[in-house]
């Protein structure tokens, strides 16, 4: 084999449209552009980000999530109140499963934060991700313990 034997596979390459030969040709006259307009005209297009009187791409992008306002990687946490573990005996155990089976998490899948709304009045043993100042202390003060996960 040689280079001048050497031909693209059938179909890859196309002929280029040969405008402006008539109208048999199918791309007389107008020559595909149709008739008036910013479209018909030569140099047509305007400049580059231009979208139309759109808001450009460029400046659309900090709306975009992931781009600005929006953090990418942020951890969503379920956040439990200590008045909704109101339902649990004294002396539980409080851990993510215990909460999903009492449907208190939101997505079972995001970690748990324990925060301080409301009253603890028995002690239990409370098992999360993390837990505030203000709830760690009412749990500690009705007898119960709070372990933090990793």
Known sequence: MKLNDL??????KKDRKRVGRGISAGQGKTCGRGTKGQGARSGEGGRLYRQGGNLPFYRRLPFVRGY?????YA??????????????EAGAEVTPETMTQA???RNPENPVAILGRG???????????RVSK????KIEAAGG???LIS
Not at 75 to 88: H, P, S
């Open 119 to 129: 009253e603890v009045k028995v002690a239990l043993k409370v098992r999360a991700h």
């Open 103 to 105: 449907r208190l998490l």
């Open 145 to 147: 313990s709070v372990e």
């Open 7 to 12: 031909k693209p596979n059938p179909g890859s």
């Open 68 to 72: 600005g306002f929006t953090p990418l």
């Open 75 to 88: 951890v969503e946490y379920n956040e439990v109140n200590l008045d909704q573990l109101a339902a649990f």
């Open 134 to 137: 203000g709830a760690r202390a």
